[in-house]
T-cell receptor, first 114, second 113 residues
Framework: AQSVTQLDSQVPVFEEAPVELRCNYS??????LFWYVQYPNQGLQLLLK??????LVKGINGFEAEFNKSQTSFHLRKPSVHISDTAEYFC????????????FGGGTRVLVKP | DADVTQTPRNRITKTGKRIMLECSQT?????MYWYRQDPGLGLRLIYY???????NKGEISDGYSVSRQAQAKFSLSLESAIPNQTALYFC????????????FGSGTRLTVV
């Protein structure tokens, strides 16, 4: 069975500072990995996804993530955050054995301070 | 109009009452899902449907039932609501031809008192 662990439940960060959100997964087969963002009182939006190919994936709003198979990680980074990046971020995994259904981590709440 | 619409947006109900949450979509997607979100637990899958005649239990289906009335409509019912079903509920859709393009609704905040 697949599972996802987000190691930080909350990450406070100052505006224009870098941020890294950590995600580790477990799965018995090849996986597909995702990061979603949830702004206050909204649904989830896809930030980026890794399906195959280059291990460095670039997404919207300046975010990027790196797939590391040996460490079973998919950490999300942004070099300089804005106030508008304040949101909750979810890492998710999917694999063919699970019928391509998404399994989510517990979420990381990012609070950007001025 | 939103691609995935959930109604109601907010609901307070009493323990023991039956309640239905509704989801409709204009994406033309064949697959639909119901998730619940709890603080620190992320989103957990309740039920999913790969087409109108296909209904499957997710990891936390106890206490819930669903109905896929049409390709565009997927409703979630709580037959007898209990306080630990207080949560934020999300409907999502995807297309079997594009398995990783999930679209989420804006959520229904349910409080059971």
């Amino acid at each position: 069975a697949q599972s996802v662990t987000q190691l930080d439940s909350q990450v406070p960060v100052f505006e224009e500072a870098p941020v890294e959100l950590r995600c580790n997964y477990s799965s018995s087969v090849s996986v597909y990995l995702f990061w979603y963002v949830q702004y206050p009182n909204q649904g989830l939006q896809l930030l980026l996804k890794y399906l195959s190919g280059s291990t460095l994936v670039k997404g919207i709003n300046g975010f990027e993530a790196e797939f590391n198979k040996s460490q079973t990680s998919f950490h999300l980074r942004k070099p300089s955050v804005h106030i508008s990046d304040t949101a909750e971020y979810f890492c998710a995994v999917s694999d063919q054995a699970a019928g391509n259904k998404l399994t989510f981590g517990g979420g990381t709440r990012v609070l950007v301070k001025p | 109009d939103a691609d995935v619409t959930q109604t109601p947006r907010n609901r307070i109900t009493k323990t023991g009452k039956r309640i239905m949450l509704e989801c409709s979509q204009t994406k033309g997607h064949d697959r639909m899902y119901w998730y619940r979100q709890d603080p620190g637990l992320g989103l957990r899958l309740i039920y999913y449907s790969f087409d109108v005649k296909d209904i499957n239990k997710g990891e936390i289906s106890d206490g819930y039932s669903v109905s896929r009335q049409a390709q565009a409509k997927f409703s979630l019912s709580l037959e007898s609501a209990i306080p630990n079903q207080t949560a934020l509920y999300f409907c999502a859709t995807s297309d079997s031809r594009d398995l990783y393009g999930y679209t989420f609704g804006s959520g229904t905040r349910l409080t059971v008192v």
